[in-house]
């Protein structure tokens, strides 16, 4: 945290003395409403729930043409999947080198990761792709163990091709929370989730109509045990595969996401070795752009917990539970109004099968939870640019 202390000083300090364009200013928040049938998926023990609120404020202090130091703070009650928290969203120095055909760059502090297309602007609703993210790419339970990394970042940006190519290196521990041991374990004293590793590798290129990505990444996360459940580890290890193309009026996105998840302990005795499952996640997403700043978009969101166990016949012999929480299978008809370069609204209505995004992971309650459900969320988000 001295580090971090260091940083703030500099970043928060400098824009007293910089001058021109040295620095900069924005924030936003986001307010949304959440309706949810036949599931307590982010309500609780309600129906439905105004507890989705995201405020950031982030600053930028450039006092060299090559260094840069960038901050942001944030407050995120994301219902029952993050409680309320003002946290450090990313705080890192950074530094870069233009090239003929591009730039090279390092950063060192707290980054948000870069997996997938989403994955760093995940939180700012007027880049992502509707209120709620894919949960087979994106997962909220897992959220913390994905990403926030404290650690390095070696980037660059090419042109290559007539397109340009961008990439980064990450490596270093995620920053994990509460919300993380929560998510899997449920309410009580199970124990903690600590973060131990993480390490990405991500490429995107982006030409004419097209963009593409491909990202791998490795998270490790360590158990300190409570109540029945056993000393241990978990790391998860991911390909994530991403297209685009546009056309027009008209953008086709697709996330193709396959996973290894190595568990020693936790839920099983340290004896019985190493258990190793393989899961995968895709989506696929049609989205109109209409005259007025109004798109509409719809998308299909599949994801299976084990490859070898599609419909989940033997996680429910293992575990006593339904089948239909080792899958989930989700169908969403959504659409953003942009009222003005500062003001959005969003709606959008989810249609889902199976509960395998729904937390706590390990202590599920059945009676809770129907096979077919359905969500409605609206969302009213405001930015501020300085």
């Known amino acids: ?78 219902g029952t999947l993050a409680e309320s928290d003002v946290r450090i969203d990313y705080l890192f120095a950074e530094s870069r080198w233009q090239l003929s055909k591009g730039h090279l760059g390092v950063r060192g502090g707290r980054m948000k990761n870069e997996v997938g297309f989403y994955s760093s602007t995940r939180d700012m609703s007027f880049t992502r792709p509707g209120i709620m993210l894919p949960q087979s790419i994106y997962s909220d339970y897992f959220r913390d163990a994905q990403l926030h990394v404290d650690g390095g970042d070696f980037f660059g940006r090419v042109n290559l091709g007539g397109g340009i190519l961008d990439w980064h290196v990450m490596a270093g521990r995620s920053a994990s929370s509460e919300d993380l041991t929560r998510n899997i374990f449920g309410e009580g004293d199970f124990g903690e989730l600590d973060s131990n590793s993480f390490f990405s590798v991500d490429l995107e290129y982006q030409a004419d109509e097209w963009r593409v990505g491909a990202t791998y990444y490795k998270a490790g996360v360590e158990y300190h045990p409570g109540g029945v459940f056993f000393a241990g580890e978990l790391d998860l290890h991911a390909w994530v595969l991403s297209a685009e193309y ?137 930015r501020i640019q300085w």
């Open 1 to 78: 945290m001295k580090t971090y202390s260091f940083v703030c000083l500099l970043l928060f300090s400098g824009p007293l003395w910089a001058t021109g364009q040295d620095w900069q200013f924005n924030g936003y928040l986001n307010q949304a409403y959440a309706d949810v049938d036949d599931s307590q998926f982010i309500v609780g023990d309600d129906s439905s729930s105004f507890d989705l609120t995201e405020v950031m404020a982030t600053a930028s202090w450039q006092p060299w043409s090559a260094v840069r130091f960038a901050g942001a703070l944030t407050y995120r009650q994301w």
């Open 246 to 382: 546009s056309w027009r009026w008209f953008e086709l996105t697709g996330e193709l996401l396959l996973g290894d998840r190595h568990t020693q302990g936790v839920y099983i005795p340290p004896a019985a070795g190493e258990i190793k499952d393989h899961n995968r996640g895709y989506y696929l997403e049609g989205r109109a752009l209409l005259p007025e700043n109004v798109e509409l978009f719809l998308r299909y969101d599949d994801y299976v917990d084990n490859t070898d166990d599609d419909a989940g016949n033997r996680y429910a012999a293992q575990s006593g539970n339904p089948a239909y929480f080792a899958y989930s299978k989700d169908w969403t008809l959504g659409g953003r109004w942009l009222l003005n370069k500062d003001w959005l609204l969003a709606a959008e209505y989810h249609w889902i099968e199976g509960a395998a995004w729904v937390s706590p992971l390990l202590t599920r309650d059945p009676n809770q939870q129907a096979k077919d459900w359905s969500m409605l969320m609206l969302q009213l988000s405001y």
